[in-house]
T-cell receptor, first 115, second 114 residues
Framework: DVKVTQSSRYLVKRTGEKVFLECVQDMDHENMFWYRQDPGLGLRLIYFSYDVKMKEKGDIPEGYSVSREKKERFSLILESASTNQTSMYLC??????????????FGPGTRLTVL | AQSVAQPEDQVNVAEGNPLTVKCTYS??????LFWYVQYPNRGLQFLLKYITGDNLVKGSYGFEAEFNKSQTSFHLKKPSALVSDSALYFC????????????FGAGTRLFVKA
């Protein structure tokens, strides 16, 4: 089974702090994704990566950056946390992009509260 | 542009009754369609997907979904609901011709009453 782990289940930070969310997958997947989940809005894509050191902006990248130095690890960085970034953050990975390879597997999520 | 609509915020059904969770989509080209389920305080779990072939797709936990191209729908169904099916369900679509983005619906909360 694919396992996607996230470094924290719950996190409380203060406005202006720099926040790191870590995600690790153990199945040699090429693609990794960061989403935020908010009630009534579903999942919105923040960033994704299709290879080591490669990244693409999703629909809501403002206020976030990412890092993928190793294939198995994809980090989401909040440069200066703000209260409107309080949310559930979900990491996902997929084998690739072709038919049969694009099912995404999700981590348990990190519930971030910014005070 | 791709889009997904889940027209019901909430679906209530009695245990043992059939359930349907609705999803419609818009995509240029052939769609890849997915259903995911989220239990409380958990990440999303993959249920099933349609890529090509048979319009009726069977997935985990007794769920199935029917792809209807003319109605651009991909409704999730189960013949007999269980209380343990109560969760948040997400429909998702991706354009089959390439790209990386999968678009998720807003989610439908299913309540199954004993």
């Amino acid at each position: 089974d694919v396992k996607v782990t996230q470094s924290s289940r719950y996190l409380v930070k203060r406005t202006g702090e720099k926040v790191f969310l870590e995600c690790v997958q153990d199945m040699d997947h090429e693609n990794m994704f960061w989403y935020r989940q908010d009630p009534g809005l579903g999942l919105r894509l923040i960033y994704f990566s299709y290879d080591v050191k490669m990244k693409e902006k999703g629909d809501i990248p403002e206020g976030y950056s990412v890092s993928r130095e190793k294939k198995e690890r994809f980090s989401l960085i909040l440069e200066s946390a703000s209260t409107n970034q309080t949310s559930m953050y979900l990491c996902a990975s997929s084998l690739g992009t072709g038919q049969g390879r694009n099912t995404q597997y999700f981590g348990p999520g990190t519930r971030l509260t910014v005070l | 542009a791709q889009s997904v609509a889940q027209p019901e915020d909430q679906v209530n059904v009695a245990e043992g009754n059939p359930l349907t969770v609705k999803c419609t989509y818009s995509v240029s080209g052939n769609p890849y369609l997915f259903w995911y389920v989220q239990y409380p305080n958990r990440g999303l779990q993959f249920l099933l997907k349609y890529i090509t072939g048979d319009n009726l797709v069977k997935g985990s936990y007794g769920f199935e979904a029917e792809f209807n191209k003319s109605q651009t729908s991909f409704h999730l169904k189960k013949p007999s609901a269980l209380v343990s099916d109560s969760a948040l369900y997400f429909c998702a679509v991706r354009e089959g011709t390439g790209g990386f983005k999968t678009i998720f619906g807003a989610g439908t909360r299913l309540f199954v009453k004993a």
